[in-house]
């Protein structure tokens, strides 16, 4: 039997074997910062494709990136009154602008400010001010603005990548002049998270708008994506808000329409961020560690030169780095394949468990015999360890790009499998129980049920520890009765436990 | 006579001038957050440009890029004396972890943390704790980590791109096993920095060693690049330091060498940041605005439609769109021209004026008359502003490529002979007082003057509002005599005054 490189497997331990899978595949750790991770070069190189090619689509919808200040002055995050409310718990703030010695060695603050600062939870605020100043009339608008930085939340509880004290994201700020249009912004903003998502993270995930209870400070409407992770919790993947006229009421966005009058604009906002690792890394990975979506592996093929004696080192090594220029010349998906060889002189078993866990799709192992015969040994990752293909050199051109296709949409298949493996629909309260007792030794996933958005249905929830992850957009129309309060409704809602 | 567009000129008040020349190029502008900026998409168009090249040429030598914390725990920072005793003055301090309300319908910091934290003003000791977890043994060496990141310090008097609280950068730290391997990489690294700014930026540099009073806190040696700005002042464009074993042993990062030897390790670091941007402006700008070299322009080509009457519009408009698409197809330094419609509309002399101010390298003005021709008019920003050469579409294909070499590669020679021009070399101290006397109604560059590193020129200096800017690697290798102490040396060393 194949010894698993992970411990404990996802049975034993879930939360544990997250925990291993990041530490073994090197991707961050915690640092002395409390809730704060260091981000290491593996991990680090997952986020800047998922940003590169990100990034690269919202360039095509007609956003622009820009930097707005890290810290917000107090006085301005007051301004919008649920915002602040929502993130005042949470913030850390600065009051000192320098050090001095404290007399016994050490340093202590000095130089108090007048006004303190926050650090950046989200930027609505410091945009918004900004955003007075330079919309003045309807040719200003739309504003269609990203930024990629850190924001800060004070968290009590975190876990590296879902829920740490500082994280990176990018987050999107528009402006526009009427109502609707801010809306359609929203929404083409949440399908464009959703492809993305589903087609570079082969994620699945379901889309649909917040219940009031979990809406975005400040926001009209909250829109999601929910994903499903192996221990069947639900992770929030990203959201995008209509924010009405809250903000521009809040900060004066103000601009003179076609006919002269002077209104208040309509704004957005959408995020998504480095928690997204987080919530790849729960969906794809195995008892063997992390399995990368081709489309975003740094490397999607490595290639394993293997030799024994010292006379085949040469060989071996020259015909790897000439199969690996030969390949770096295809492409998938409009990019270029990124092919790795890994030239380190440590045993050939310690290298390809480091591949292995570090979740590269594609392993060629290459030794003397497959030179003598023009071929390589080809491993998936996601099949079976030891599985073998023999491949002649003269078909991995042609089967390469077919193959990262055939891995990528695999990944996104299996995924969706088991969602809908672990999901049910459910009619009565006393089924919705029963799913969510915490004696049920089963996977407890996603409860399809009729509901209404209401405060008493959260109450009820709340000792359940479930909540209402989202009203998909995607509904039936037929009618129903929710299952909480007895009222006539045609929503369906998922429930789930979540991260 | 044409009308300029910048007000004042460079003659009549450089440093306002070079506020209005990023105003009207809507690069960046001030923020109510004290002495941060809001760096707008026009500018921040260009970061990105510049963090792109850079990147690769980072990655193409070995280095990777990781993420570290935002903020520094108050204890870790003192464990390297020099180089806390030169930040302390400008930390931001973060002493709470939420807000409350203060009774009067405000807000006030609340939750004291045990331990305060300081905002990065660079990462010396966060990643020096980090990587006495990560090395261990010479197999670990060298590490060869970047991290693209925000940093804050408290600054007093600040200015756009220059000197900002907070401002963003790349920030390389490097460890080896041995004192010369430090070296070499901090050298390496300078001399990729050179290439970088002369080649891409096209802004000339001298590239040399800072006097030990100039020095990089906790450095053994720091060496720079200095820029001339069009007022004759120097601007330090870039460091590499040599940390020695400084940080080593003030966070223990020790490794066993080859021999089974403990041994603490050699480290480096280097950075550039956005006051790129500032030095780019103030290199090649004009009285008309902005003066991109093609290879950093967001746009290299803008095309402007010209048309007077409805019917001539979508004839125009998709003669435009076709000789984009056909240009977009081009190649100049293994990139795609990157080519840019103005399709909006407003009045033809506005466009071509914003555009002129936004420093695009290449102006294509297309009217009916034009296309009859098949031809179009072309400017180019590194000439005046009507010099018209009217051009073949037919050539534009084989003629572009060379012609923004040539544009690229000319912006440094000019650059490069404002440099000579405002240069001297200095015998005696009375010519050296002349020169630097605050009535010298000329424009005062650089002198260079042999000199010796001492505190005694240091104190010298300070009065006269002067300083040495480095001790250049190139050196003649002739004697002289130190026009300040009458000491020998072999050094000349470069004296201005400085941004």
């Known amino acids: 039997m194949q010894k698993s ?4 497997t996802r049975q034993e331990n879930y939360p544990e074997w997250y925990q291993q899978v990041i530490s073994e595949a090197d991707l961050a750790e915690v640092s002395p910062v409390r809730g704060c991770m260091v981000i290491k ?5 997952i986020w800047e494709r998922l940003q590169k090619i990100l990034d690269a689509r ?3 919808t007609g956003h622009v990136n820009a930097y707005f200040p890290l810290l917000i002055p107090l006085s301005q995050l007051e301004r919008e009154a649920k915002h602040i409310e929502g993130f005042a718990k949470e913030c850390a703030v600065v009051t000192h602008h320098r050090l001095i010695s404290d007399g016994e060695g050490g340093l202590k603050p000095d130089g108090t400010l007048e006004e303190p600062y926050v650090i950046r939870p989200t930027s609505e605020t410091i945009i918004g001010t900004m955003y007075s100043k330079w919309i003045q009339s309807y040719r200003d608008l739309p504003v269609l603005l990203n930024q990629w930085a850190n924001v800060m939340r004070w968290e009590m509880r975190t876990r590296l990548f879902l829920r740490t004290s500082e994280f990176l994201w990018q987050e999107g700020h528009t402006a526009h002049a009427t109502a609707e249009e801010a809306v359609e912004e929203t929404l083409k903003i949440l399908e464009l998270y959703r492809c993305f998502v589903e087609g570079v993270l082969a994620m699945p995930v379901i889309v649909g708008e917040k219940t009031e209870g979990e809406r975005f400070p400040g926001a009209v409407n909250t829109y999601c994506m929910e994903a499903m992770m192996q221990d069947g919790k ?13 903000f521009a009421k809040g900060y004066d966005i103000q601009f003179t329409d076609q006919q002269g009058q002077i209104q208040h604009v309509w704004t ?10 987080g919530g790849l890394i729960m969906t794809h990975s195995d008892d063997n560690g992390l399995v990368l979506p081709p489309q975003l592996a740094p490397h999607q093929i490595v290639i394993l030169p293997i030799y024994k004696k010292e006379e085949d080192k040469h060989r071996v090594l020259s015909f790897c780095k000439d199969l690996q220029e030969k390949l770096h010349a295809l492409n998938w998906r409009d990019e270029r394949l990124r092919v790795h060889v890994d030239m380190r002189d440590i045993a050939g078993g310690e290298k390809n468990w480091q591949w292995i866990k570090k979740g590269v799709p594609v392993r060629l192992e290459i030794g003397p015999r497959d030179i003598a015969d ?19 050199v003269a078909e991995l051109s042609l089967m390469l790009p077919t193959l990262l296709e055939e891995i990528q949409c695999g990944l996104f298949t299996r995924a969706e499998k088991y969602r809908h493996d672990h999901s049910v629909h459910i009619q009565n309260l006393k089924e919705f129980n029963a799913y969510f007792e915490e004696k049920n030794e089963g996977i407890t996933g996603f409860a399809h049920c009729y509901a209404v958005d209401s405060p008493e249905v959260e109450q009820y929830l709340k000792p359940l ?29 998922v429930f789930a436990r979540a991260y």
């Open 5 to 8: 490189a992970i411990s404990p």
């Open 41 to 45: 070069p593996w991990g680090y190189a």
């Open 58 to 60: 919202l360039k095509d």
């Open 234 to 246: 639900a992770l929030q993947a990203g959201t995008s808000h209509f924010l009405g006229q809250n």
């Open 268 to 277: 957005t906002s959408w995020g998504v961020s480095t928690r997204l690792i």
């Open 374 to 392: 023009n071929a390589v040994s080809l491993y998936r990752r996601d099949q079976a360890v030891k599985e073998r293909h023999n491949t002649a």
């Open 465 to 493: 520890k479930v909540s209402a992850r989202c009203i998909p957009l995607e509904q039936d129309g037929k009618e129903g009765v929710c299952i909480f309060t007895g009222t006539k409704t045609r929503n369906k809602v």
